[in-house]
């Protein structure tokens, strides 16, 4: 291949990863102020001219590309280097582009890795998968763009239709990067091709997180030991002392699993009603399920997935079709507060929450009811509105996502438009059936995470004969379905005037998903009113 065929079939989105769309735009201005034929080029090298600096190529890689401007790299006039030669007649008789495949690119051995791009370069960029580096492809028809999250920083590599290890190129500029092996071995393993040797296949514990988990493990199996009828209150001041500690090493997902046990076993101690061995039991299967898990070898889960992440990663995304719902008011007995507000995309059905709080003795003048209504959205036509009043809307929009579904809206794409209800209830996607189905599937997923909130609605008719629980603040009943399903839900007292509605009601919340039977806990109770109301409101001038 001669180097002008070379120039001739490299695309924008190739030289983006190299340059930004600022200086695309300026070279092209200047390539189009350039005479090329006039230029020296011959199969292995070509000298030209832009703006009166001399351009010089002599191999087909972008690093060879000489420029005597002096600037940083890299310059337009290299770009625009390219786009003029990119204008003048081919060299050989056009033939049809290669067709983009992804399968040449993937590798099966570790040993191939480290042939391609150097042991050094490899080791980092396994430890980047394991620390939770996120790979996306984005296919073309003539080639393919791989975007690569490591950290907060984001890179882009370019994977051309044939395979070449040496046209890779990454928007960190650097040949044959640690990024360039970070994509390969993420799409490797994606893709189910990949095998790693024993000794990287490890979660990759250090020695003092090995040492904490297993003493979390030890403490366990003492607490069982005792009875959970007999737990002594230095072995809840220990547990709280391993909490602090598993967050200090760097596992914050094992911490919260404790944090939750310690919650219920504080609870038994004390005689709460809402405390039993049941659920003790089942927060202490789960934990062993996740201590034995990340200690296992060899296993190809990255570390995060266990270990969990101190805070959320997100990617932007734009969002369709989104309804905001309601919103959730928590708070804690040492005085921990915050909100969650959920979103509800239909088209996936999938759920998203918009969350803050404030730790306990932290910001003592700060109320969630309050910092809820002071949360501003810019609007399509860029003014603002209030977050509350999405509530029963629907909107497409633009933001920031994380792996539990975590979003930060930047801005709205669209007005919100009001949902009416019968939309809403002669959605096939709200049977019971459905809701089930779809959590059968991802419960089946091999990055499943058990502490996922399972959200839902339930649309039903019956009369809600609430028994409410002495001493308790909530009480459950027993509801028909629209679909026939006898289900038990329980309900704070809150709820309770919407509870009395006759006729149909929208009941939204969240699934519990434990050993012995389901359940749905309710959070907000909808009429028709309040859909019509909602309707009303919007209408209005």
């Keep these: 291949m ?49 703006d009166n600096f001399q351009i ?6 972008l690093s060879s590309l000489q420029c005597d401007c002096g600037a940083l790299e890299p310059c337009s006039h290299k770009v625009a280097f390219i786009l003029a030669l990119q204008a003048l007649p081919a060299t050989q008789p056009d033939t049809a582009p290669v067709a983009f495949e992804l399968s040449p690119w993937l590798l099966e051995q570790y040993s191939d890795l480290e042939a391609i791009f150097g042991k050094s370069k490899s080791q980092k960029a396994l430890a980047s998968w394991h620390k939770g ?13 791989v975007d690569c999250q490591v950290g907060k920083k984001n890179y882009q590599i ?43 296949q490890q979660t990759q514990l250090k020695k003092a997180q090995k040492e904490k988990i297993q003493d979390v493990e030890q403490w366990v ?14 072995q809840l001041t220990q547990g709280e002392s391993f909490v602090t500690e598993l967050g200090q090493h760097d596992l914050p997902k094992i911490a919260s699993l404790l944090g939750r046990l310690l919650h219920t076993l504080n609870g038994l101690t004390q005689r709460h009603l809402t405390a039993t061995a049941d659920i003790a039991l089942e927060q202490i299967g789960l934990l062993l399920r996740y201590l034995q898990a990340i200690q296992a070898a060899p296993s190809h889960l990255p570390l995060h997935l266990l270990a969990g992440r101190h805070k959320r990663q997100y990617t932007a995304a734009d969002l369709q079709e989104v309804m905001a719902v309601s919103a959730e008011y928590w708070h804690t007995e040492d005085g921990a507060r915050g909100y969650r507000f959920y979103l509800y995309e239909r088209r996936t059905t999938r759920w998203y929450s918009i969350s803050e709080g404030r730790k306990a003795h932290m910001d003592i003048g700060w109320n969630n009811h309050a910092a809820l209504n002071s949360q501003r959205l810019i609007t399509a036509d860029n003014n603002t509105m209030a977050l509350s009043d999405l509530a029963l809307h629907s909107v497409d929009l633009s933001g ?44 089946k997923q091999p990055f499943f995470d058990p502490l996922t909130d399972a ?14 629980h002495q001493y308790q603040a909530n009480g459950s009943c ?7 399903n006898s289900l038990c839900v329980s309900l704070s007292s809150h709820s309770q005037k919407a509870a009395g509605y006759k006729g149909e009601k929208l009941l939204f919340g969240r699934w519990n998903l434990g050993l012995a039977s389901i359940g749905f806990q309710v959070l907000e109770i909808f009429t028709p009113r309040d859909f019509n109301d909602k309707a009303v409101k919007h209408a209005k001038p």
């Design 2 to 50: 001669t180097l002008l065929t070379w120039t001739q079939q490299i695309t924008d989105e190739f030289l983006l990863t190299w340059t930004n769309r600022g200086m695309l735009r300026r070279a092209k201005k200047q390539a189009t102020e350039a005479d090329a034929s006039q230029w020296h080029i011959e199969d292995n090298a070509i000298r030209g001219q832009i």
């Design 56 to 61: 010089a190529l002599a191999a087909p890689e």
């Design 133 to 145: 580096a996120t790979i996306k492809l984005h296919a073309s028809a003539d080639h393919a763009l």
């Design 158 to 200: 370019y994977l051309p239709a044939t395979l070449n290890w040496d046209n890779l190129v990454c928007s960190c500029q650097e040949k044959q990067c640690q990024h360039q092996a970070l994509a390969i071995v993420g799409l490797s393993l994606q893709e189910s091709r990949f095998t790693l040797p024993a000794e990287q």
């Design 221 to 234: 199996y003492q607490l069982l030991g005792y009875g959970l009828k007999n737990v002594l209150p230095i």
């Design 400 to 443: 920031q996502i994380s792996e539990d579904h975590s979003l930060k809206i930047d801005r709205l794409l669209s007005q919100p438009q009001a949902i009416s209800w019968e939309c809403i209830t002669s959605d096939p996607a709200l049977s019971v059936k459905a809701q089930w189905q779809r959590l059968s599937e991802s419960c």
């Design 455 to 468: 959200l839902g609605w339930i649309i039903t008719d019956s009369d809600m004969d609430i028994v409410w």
């Design 478 to 484: 027993t509801v028909q379905t629209s679909c026939g």
